[in-house]
């Protein structure tokens, strides 16, 4: 018979933290230049589909027989970054409360996954069309940063 002498210990200290200072934010800290300048030309990317809609063909055959809300569907899940904290802690006010803006209303439109790509969801033309004004606020606020450091347009 074989007796482990392993003893697990830990200790559970309850003490105060300290407030976070707002000067050292991750985003400051952690995230090179270009996860930033990537931080934001995935949603552009993602807005442009939306908003432009002659940009759209190439997505079309990319995924044919999807409708363009389940393409945008789709590609929020691949290149929306700024669900990450580092990448909001980028956003200036006014972009931040378009974003806010952008998320309720993308958040109340009634998906349906797909039952063919369940990690995929689609919702009428209408509801889409529901993202627009916000969307392209947002979009133009991103491009004019994209501009003014030099990145190039995806």
Same mark, same amino acid.
């Given at each position: 018979?074989?007796?482990?002498?392993?003893?697990?210990?830990? +200790?559970?200290?309850? /003490?105060? /933290?300290?407030? /976070?200072?707002?000067?050292r934010? =991750?985003?400051?800290? *952690?995230?090179?230049e270009?996860?930033?300048?990537? #931080?934001?030309?995935?949603?552009?990317?993602?807005?442009?589909?939306?908003?432009?809609?002659g940009?759209?063909q190439?997505?079309?055959a990319? *995924?044919?027989?999807?409708?363009?809300? #389940? @393409?945008?569907?789709r590609? *929020?899940s691949?290149?929306?970054?700024?669900?990450?904290?580092?990448?909001?802690?980028?956003?200036?006010?006014?972009? =931040?409360?378009?974003?806010? +803006?952008?998320?309720? @209303?993308?958040?109340?439109?009634?998906?349906?996954? @797909?039952?063919?790509?369940?990690?995929?969801?689609?919702?009428? +033309?209408?509801? =889409?069309?529901?993202?627009?004004?916000?969307?392209?606020? =947002?979009?133009?606020?991103?491009?004019? /940063?994209?501009?003014?450091?030099?990145?190039?347009? *995806?």
């Amino acid at each position: 018979m074989h007796v482990s002498r392993r003893v697990e210990f830990f +200790e559970v200290v309850d /003490r105060p /933290r300290r407030p /976070r200072d707002p000067k050292r934010s =991750l985003a400051n800290n *952690m995230l090179t230049e270009e996860q930033r300048s990537a #931080a934001i030309a995935g949603p552009c990317f993602v807005l442009r589909f939306l908003v432009e809609s002659g940009n759209r063909q190439y997505a079309r055959a990319q *995924m044919a027989g999807f409708s363009d809300a #389940a @393409i945008f569907h789709r590609w *929020m899940s691949l290149a929306w970054t700024l669900r990450e904290p580092d990448a909001i802690a980028l956003l200036t006010s006014n972009e =931040l409360k378009l974003l806010t +803006e952008f998320n309720a @209303i993308y958040d109340s439109i009634p998906w349906l996954p @797909i039952e063919t790509h369940p990690f995929i969801s689609d919702a009428s +033309e209408d509801e =889409l069309t529901k993202l627009i004004p916000v969307a392209t606020e =947002l979009l133009q606020s991103l491009e004019t /940063r994209k501009r003014k450091i030099g990145m190039w347009r *995806m």
